[in-house]
């Protein structure tokens, strides 16, 4: 079954006909030809496919397309602002918080999403119950483990995170580990 | 001895070169070129783990809205040679594994292919199969060679009179589990014949590999086979050789000439076709005086091939080089079964191997009384057991020392389950790391001036390894140029042709291919060269190779924490110190010896394929069942190396890195773990039941 459907990527609305099956994460790679959401499982056991849907941090291969229409979806292509990178991206090249590469673009949105998620306060599973949590290595680590990397820069990623995240008030939240 | 490169790019640490690509994900991975109108392919596999197919039922397939082609063993194209059985697909009726690719539908969209595939309705003649290893199977045979091409057995001395005459033996069967690389990119092909002409984008550890084994396969002239792969997103020895994923995406777009035709397995089917790393069962025997010194080392290994193709793990060879004793014994021995075929994995041999040999020098240590870094230290050899040549450069030693000193080994009280921290049981291991420094015989690369800048070509991989980086540092120094003045170009059949990214060998051979097309060019064209001028040509073969043996070394050191009731295993720490010659580039070099040494954690607590006997296949086929190392579970990784120089290797004076960090890290967990609770586990992973009970 097929339907007509406006999706809104990076800014730019697209007007698809699609197979009611399709995920976001074809949609974006296989019709609208945005392929910076990768495929590593197809069952959100990875993370390669994390975007941004009103600036939550989503697995897109387990979000069907047609449950989009009207969100405003964010790829790590569209993070950046005029151009240039978003400061997460710089601080993954600075930190060389990749190898490969193909886990990247979700790593990338996924810490921006978790890094608003912080800032609105949300606790992880290792936030002590009734305490605002300091953004350290073990917070990073935990709310950044739904994004796998097989190449293994896990130690270069969370200092990455951490120079990224704005500094908070009365905090050290941004400095090194 | 070869003339060494002046250091100036070499040993700087500059940023990669695809990051803004690559952090944007805007680098076209094999899937992502932009074609015009793809079709898509979804492959049908076998459900029986033996047999013969009967009837392959496609009409309910055909009649699918917008499918374009079925493919099955039935009509598809009789493929030109069928040597390679793992390459021969749809040729034959028989199954010959559990999830072999036995069909496939091609259609408009993947939607479509994909219940296309599922709607082909196959019988079979199903047939017992056979998919248990074990090391008392009565049919375990001796390969003619295993890996690499080295001797099956090695046998020096008498390791039984050794044993019988020693003052301490350690005698233990140590196991690794099967493992999958898992790339996070999967295998991936976009195909398209048109006009005489195959064109791959392929996700591969090598273009033009692909192209002579596609080229083969197919009855085609090199030149009608052109492969694509700029970028290649993880490979670890999985996309090293042709594997039926491309042989079918081929075939795919030669059913529907002149349209592209995208195809990526899925993860599950990741687990069934795309190689994996043997299980080894390992025999491990020591010999020692009560100095310490070794008297005899045996290690042998039993483990698994598939019947339709030979792959020969090479897992005691590293143990023929590491120590010295005077009795040496080695052996590798198959049971060809009915599975999928094994194949690279990171630092196929040495990986595996090392967790025997390195444990069981722990277990030495324990039983001797003596610090397990002091062992190592008092084996240490000057000459190659194994060849009787002299080391090009050995710092094995120095690597302990060093790290050692940086872990801060000295604090720690020998005995097991000493320390005790709250509810945690606290350890520290060690473990050695070893790696040979290959060399590829082929590899050729241009160097060409244009439009003021230098522009070397070779067709070279980068899985992530940072050869777009790091290749251009080398044309820079040898060049006597600006780094930002020279551009690479790597990744396609166009560029010339360049050896397969294995066995950490693509520094030592591309490198050597750019410096002798570098030093061609100035020696030709001087310093002022015209637009256009251009220089090829190739690495040589090391004539220092007859007179030195060359290896990189390494030492890991592990903390780990042992949560006393539950048995959970946390690494808080980990140190890899190594000494593999002149580091290219140091921030990218870094990442791959943490990114080898994380793996080796993940080995060490996480991973393996079960194998399913009574189906045959891998039950946990999947990244939430097949747990690989997530975020949380690294702790600090701390990576140091020594500046070794080794005039002797090539001319930037660099050993391989890719592999090295994985090599020993599981033994330095497990040494860890002992250390912590008193419990040797001697099977992987580590698991909370083996720590338990």
């Not at chain 1, 849907?53 to 005029?82: N, Y």
């Not at chain 2, 069967?173 to 999967?186: C, I, K, R, S, V």
């Not at chain 2, 045959?616 to 690989?628: P, R, T």
Request: charged content about 20%.
């Amino acid at each position: 079954m097929e339907t007509e459907l406006t999706l809104r990527i990076d800014g730019q609305d697209h007007h698809l006909t699609i197979d009611t099956r399709t995920t976001l994460l074809d949609a974006l790679r296989e019709r609208i030809g945005n392929t910076s959401a990768k495929k590593g499982c197809d069952h959100g056991q990875c993370g390669a496919c994390t975007v941004l849907t009103d600036g939550r941090r989503t697995l897109s291969c387990l979000t069907l397309a047609v449950t989009q229409g009207g969100a405003e979806i964010t790829t790590a292509e569209g993070l950046g602002q005029d151009g240039g990178l978003h400061p997460v991206q710089q601080a993954f090249i600075d930190h060389d918080a990749f190898q490969c590469g193909y886990c990247t673009p979700g790593q990338v949105c996924s810490a921006v999403g978790m890094l608003a998620e912080y800032a609105d306060g949300w606790p992880s599973a290792v936030t002590e119950p009734g305490t605002t949590a300091e953004l350290d290595h073990d917070e990073i680590a935990e709310r950044m483990s739904g994004n796998l990397c097989r190449c293994g820069a896990y130690a270069n990623i969370v200092p990455a995170v951490q120079a990224a995240a704005p500094r908070r008030e009365g905090t050290n939240a941004g400095g090194a580990r | 001895m070869t003339e060494m490169l002046e250091h100036q790019a070499i040993g700087r640490g500059p940023a990669r070169r695809d990051g803004v690509r690559k952090v944007t994900g805007t680098a076209p991975y094999a899937y992502e070129h932009p074609v015009e109108n793809p079709a898509f392919c979804h492959p049908v596999q076998s459900t029986v783990g033996r047999g013969r197919i009967t009837a392959i039922d496609t009409s309910a397939a055909l009649a699918l809205d917008g499918v374009l082609a079925v493919l099955t063993p039935d009509d598809a194209e009789r493929l030109a040679n069928t040597d390679d059985a793992e390459l021969a697909v749809l040729q034959t009726h028989e199954v010959a594994f559990r999830g072999q690719i036995i069909g496939a539908a091609v259609a408009e969209t993947s939607e479509v292919a994909r219940q296309a595939a599922d709607l082909v309705a196959v019988t079979y003649d199903q047939a017992p199969h056979d998919v248990v290893l074990s090391d008392s199977r009565d049919d375990l045979y001796r390969p003619d060679a295993v890996n690499g091409g080295f001797p099956t057995d090695s046998n020096e001395g008498d390791i039984e009179a050794a044993l019988a005459a020693a003052e301490v033996t350690v005698t233990q069967t140590y196991t690794t589990a099967m493992y999958h690389q898992n790339p996070l990119e999967p295998h991936t092909t976009t195909a398209r014949s048109e006009d005489g002409v195959l064109t791959l984008w392929d996700s591969t550890q090598g273009v033009h590999p692909v192209r002579k084994a596609v080229a083969k396969v197919l009855g085609l002239e090199p030149d009608a086979v052109h492969v694509v792969c700029p970028y290649v997103g993880g490979a670890f020895g999985s996309k090293g050789q042709l594997k039926a994923n491309t042989v079918l995406a081929a075939m795919a777009a030669r059913a529907v000439p002149g349209r592209s035709v995208r195809l990526a397995l899925t993860r599950q089917q990741m687990f069934d076709v795309a190689g994996y790393r043997t299980p080894t069962i390992q025999h491990v025997t020591l010999a020692a005086n009560r100095d310490g010194t070794l008297t005899g080392i045996a290690h042998d290994v039993v483990e698994q091939t598939a019947r339709i193709k030979e792959f020969a793990e090479q897992t005691a060879v590293s143990t023929r080089s590491l120590y010295a004793a005077p009795n040496r014994r080695t052996s590798h021995r198959l049971a060809a079964l009915d599975v999928g075929v094994p194949s690279w994995m990171r630092a196929p041999g040495e990986c595996p191997g090392m967790f025997g040999t390195e444990v069981a020098m722990d277990e030495l240590a324990q039983e001797l009384g003596m610090d397990p870094v002091e062992l190592r230290v008092v084996n240490d050899t000057e000459i190659d057991p194994d060849s009787g040549k002299p080391f090009s450069s050995r710092n094995l030693v120095a690597c302990l020392r060093e790290g050692a000193q940086r872990f801060g080994w000295a604090d720690r009280d020998p005995a097991p389950r000493s320390r005790r921290e709250g509810n945690q049981l606290v350890g520290t291991g060690v473990a050695s790391s070893v790696y040979p420094v290959y060399r590829m015989p082929k590899s050729t690369a241009t160097v060409r001036f244009s439009g003021g800048r230098y522009v070397a070509e070779i067709g070279a991989a980068d899985l992530g390894t940072g050869t777009w980086t790091s290749l251009a540092q080398i044309a820079a120094d040898a060049l006597g140029a600006d780094l930002a003045s020279v551009e690479v170009r790597i990744g396609d059949t166009r560029y010339p042709e360049a050896s397969v990214a294995g066995g950490s060998s693509g520094m030592t051979t591309w490198g050597s291919a750019v410096v002798e097309a570098a030093r061609a060019f100035r020696a030709k064209f001087g310093a002022d060269p015209s637009d256009g001028d251009e220089v090829e040509a190739a690495v040589q073969a090391n004539p220092a190779t007859d007179d030195y043996a060359m290896f990189a070394f390494g030492a890991h050191f592990v903390e780990a924490r042992v949560d006393a009731d539950t048995g959970e295993v946390r690494v808080p720490r980990m140190l890899g110190v190594f000494a593999a010659g002149k580091i290219i580039n140091a921030r990218l070099a870094r990442s791959q010896f943490l990114g080898g040494m994380t793996m080796g954690l993940s080995m060490a607590l996480h991973e393996t394929s079960v194998m399913d006997p009574r189906f045959g296949h891998v039950v946990n086929h999947d990244l939430a069942e097949y747990h690989i190392t997530a975020n949380a579970d690294v702790g600090e990784i701390d990576v140091g190396w020594l500046d070794e120089h080794d005039p002797h290797v090539n001319a930037m004076g660099s050993k391989g890195i890719g592999e090295i960090g994985i090599v020993g890290a599981a033994a330095a967990v497990s040494n860890a773990v002992h250390h912590a609770t008193g419990v040797r586990v001697r099977e992987l992973p580590i698991t909370l039941d083996k720590l338990l009970g």
